[in-house]
């Protein structure tokens, strides 16, 4: 049976161009990957990051896990897609395929 916060984690991932689920949150990271998902996110241009933090709502972070399939954080979804976690992030950001996904997903 699936869990029945999925439908809040669907909510959320749609509800901005960038939703990251992180220890702590955009302003405040409070682990090395999640803020530099949030710095590859900055120097992109992206702003406006709405940030989940799966510290404090641990249920949460159980359909998020379940949702994704992915046993980490941060999990970093662009234009409602989930893209993967903070090296993933990067490898895109180097790679130059993070700047046109955002701008299809009017983050920038």
């Known amino acids: 049976m699936a869990h029945p916060l999925i439908s809040k984690v669907e909510e959320k991932v749609k509800s901005a161009p960038v939703v990251i689920f992180m220890k702590g949150t955009a302003q405040f990271p409070q682990c090395g990957f999640s803020a530099r998902a949030v710095q590859v996110m900055k120097a992109n241009g992206v702003?406006?990051?709405?940030?989940?933090?799966?510290?404090?709502?641990?249920?949460?972070?159980?359909?998020l896990e379940e949702f994704?399939?992915?046993?980490?954080?941060?999990?970093?979804f662009i234009g409602g897609e989930f893209v993967g976690g903070c090296d993933i992030l990067s490898e895109m950001h180097e790679r130059g395929e993070l700047a046109p996904m955002l701008k299809d997903a009017k983050a920038i």
């Open 68 to 76: 994704t399939k992915w046993p980490t954080v941060p999990q970093i």
């Open 47 to 63: 702003e406006g990051i709405v940030s989940v933090d799966v510290l404090s709502d641990d249920p949460l972070w159980d359909a």
